[in-house]
């Protein structure tokens, strides 16, 4: 019976294990950067956790709202779904999307998108199909912000309704 001499192993040098350790990390870099409102997933709220040390030489981002997704669904008894908007100045659900009102900037064509889903009833997918190419669409910044205050009434009932959930007025 004939044994084969052992193999002589490597060891590779300081410089060569850098190299080596630079060429997995560019392996490993992203294409795409996520942020918030790249329209990279379906969730309504999108929510992008990132992390980031220069002297670690690492990054963390995380798509919050796609974990969050699934964890609604193990506990569903924990999750409230309203198709409303809750206005804290009034205290009260406004059931129609607003208006969009912002003078610093054209609305993101992620929002735009969602806003056309809940408004004509359609998936996420069937609004991107049917407006791609109509970014020029989308509402574009005001020149004059409509002020819209809530009356003196409203600010009462407002405050006395939040008083009466934190039970301060019983």
Known sequence: MTTKAPTETKVLGPRA?????????VASIPDVVWIIGDDECDCTFQRIGDWTNSYLGQTLRVRLCCIWAEIYKQYPQFVQEIPAH????????????????????????????????????????????EYKGRENERPKR?????????????????????????????
Do not use: C
């Open 142 to 170: 005001v020149t004059v912000k409509k002020a819209k205050q809530p009356t003196k009434a409203e600010l009462a009932f407002a405050k006395e309704s939040e008083l009466r959930a934190a039970q301060w007025l019983v």
């Open 17 to 25: 294990v850098q190299d080596v350790m630079a060429a997995m990390a």
């Open 86 to 129: 809750f206005d804290r100045n009034r205290w009260t659900y406004v059931t129609e999307p607003a208006e969009w009102d912002s003078d610093e900037m054209d609305m993101p064509v992620s929002l735009w998108h969602r806003q056309l889903a809940k408004q004509q009833g359609k998936s996420l997918a069937e609004i991107r199909a």
